[in-house]
């Protein structure tokens, strides 16, 4: 009962403190290391959650989670489920909840993923027909569109896309920063970042918690691209070409890809930040946020191993 007792804990210390850390300001000082915390709320949350129900009903065992649920396979094979201890309703009922919260979370994700791949595989056959090479955007794929847009394609064959539309909208200081910013996404593999975030909201839609943790992620990463912009141009130039996007009306990027334009909230969050810049976190408190954030990751699955 310890095992159980520990992860549920934990659970729930995770929910309190992704509750109370949508409403945290530091994280625009320091958008990748808030990034890594949220990805280590989110995994820790999922497995102390399913964790806890698993190793109450599998107590009987008294080999944890994982090897106790190997023990009851073994047992069910056997044409029985024969334990040391009692094996009553409540546990069964907690081992098919458990099970059926795992397979649920592990099933969306992989849907999640899945979707996302043939969208991805769809729109660059589209690309093909309506886009074009441009000598003046070298490396960029043009969208014969008069709308505004511009969003990057990840993936193994990642594309960065912009319309026409663009092109005549933006000068050629703000066209730098945008591509820099698309260019950022694509390196950095955002879209795995934000993956299971959407599989979170897909699993639990009716949720103001899990909604409010894929937009608060969707802004960081958003933040995390203009930072690793700003190293190729200037922070104003990015600002101005957000808000250009937002006075013109840009096309929302489709699914599966990443836009350079979002809500009208998030884009004024991000050029107050890019006009207003505020200090950075101190090295070593981003060094402890990353070190608290892989004990937290590390310590459910250390639970579902540890012997009741």
């Not at 979002?262 to 969050?269: K, L």
Request: hydrophobic residues 50%.
């Amino acid at each position: 009962m310890i095992a159980a007792a520990a992860l549920a804990i934990l659970a729930v210390v995770c929910a309190i403190g992704a509750w109370r850390f949508t409403h945290a300001r530091w994280t625009y000082r320091a958008p990748h290391v808030a990034i890594v915390l949220w990805q280590a709320l989110g995994v820790t949350w999922g497995l102390a959650g399913t964790g806890a129900l698993l190793a109450y009903a599998l107590e009987p065992y008294r080999q944890g989670v994982l090897h106790g649920l190997l023990s009851f396979v073994h047992s069910a094979f056997d044409g029985g489920y024969d334990a040391p201890g009692p094996y009553d309703v409540p546990r069964i009922l907690a081992l098919i909840t458990g099970l059926t919260a795992l397979s649920v979370l592990v099933v969306v994700l992989l849907t999640a993923a899945s979707q996302t791949l043939r969208a991805r595989r769809r729109h660059r056959v589209l690309l093909a027909l309506v886009s074009h090479d441009d000598p003046d955007v070298p490396g960029v794929r043009v969208l014969d569109h008069p709308g505004a847009t511009a969003y990057c394609v990840p993936g193994l064959r990642s594309q960065v896309v912009v319309s026409a539309g663009t092109l005549k909208l933006l000068s050629p200081d703000e066209l730098t920063a945008v591509l820099a910013h698309e260019s950022a996404h694509v390196r950095e593999r955002h879209d795995l970042v934000l993956l299971p975030f959407a599989a979170l909201h897909r699993a639990l839609p009716w949720s103001r918690l899990v909604r409010m943790i894929q937009s608060e992620v969707g802004l960081l990463v958003e933040m995390a691209a203009d930072d690793a912009a700003r190293r190729y141009c200037s922070p104003r130039r990015l600002a101005t070409a957000l808000l250009r996007f937002g006075t013109a009306g840009s096309v929302p990027a489709p699914q599966g890809t990443l836009g350079a334009a979002g809500t009208c909230d998030t884009v004024m969050a991000r050029v107050q930040r890019l006009v207003n810049p505020v200090p950075d976190l101190p090295r070593r408190i981003r060094y402890a946020i990353v070190a608290f954030s892989v004990t937290l990751t590390s310590s459910a699955p250390l639970l579902w191993l540890i012997p009741h």
